[in-house]
Nanobody, 124 residues
Framework: QVQIVESGGGLVQYGGSLRLSCAAS?????????MAWYRQAPGKQRELVAS???????DYSDSVKGRFSISRDNAKNTVFLQMTSLKPEDTAVYYC?????????????????WGQGTQVTVSS
């Protein structure tokens, strides 16, 4: 089994910062997984915020580019999301995702794990 646990959410004022953490445990070779942060605001669809591949390549949605930074520590099976210059529209539940695509030639399998989410609320 694999467990994905997010932490670090909370209430912050406009312009403030938060650092989210996502710890993976169990039967997972963390270093080969692509990791990502998603968020879902009330009444909206879940959206991709930031991602980091197993090779360390990062990508961000336009809405957070320049304000958020994703990083990973493979030794600790953890991925982080540093959020700065927070805005009320960043308010959402933030979810961590771990994904790995395995192609052995005879079999293709996608391993996809999600955490329970952590609430981030930005007050104006």
């Amino acid at each position: 089994q694999v467990q994905i646990v997010e932490s670090g959410g909370g209430l912050v004022q406009y312009g403030g910062s938060l650092r989210l953490s996502c710890a993976a445990s169990g039967n997972i070779d963390f270093g080969i997984y692509d990791m990502a942060w998603y968020r879902q605001a009330p009444g909206k669809q879940r959206e991709l915020v930031a991602s980091v591949t197993s090779g360390g390549i990062t990508d961000y949605s336009d809405s957070v580019k320049g304000r958020f930074s994703i990083s990973r520590d493979n030794a600790k099976n953890t991925v982080f999301l540093q959020m700065t210059s927070l805005k009320p529209e960043d308010t959402a539940v933030y979810y961590c995702n771990a994904q790995h695509f395995s192609d052995t030639g005879a079999l293709e399998v996608t391993y996809d794990y999600w955490g329970q989410g952590t609430q981030v609320t930005v007050s104006s």
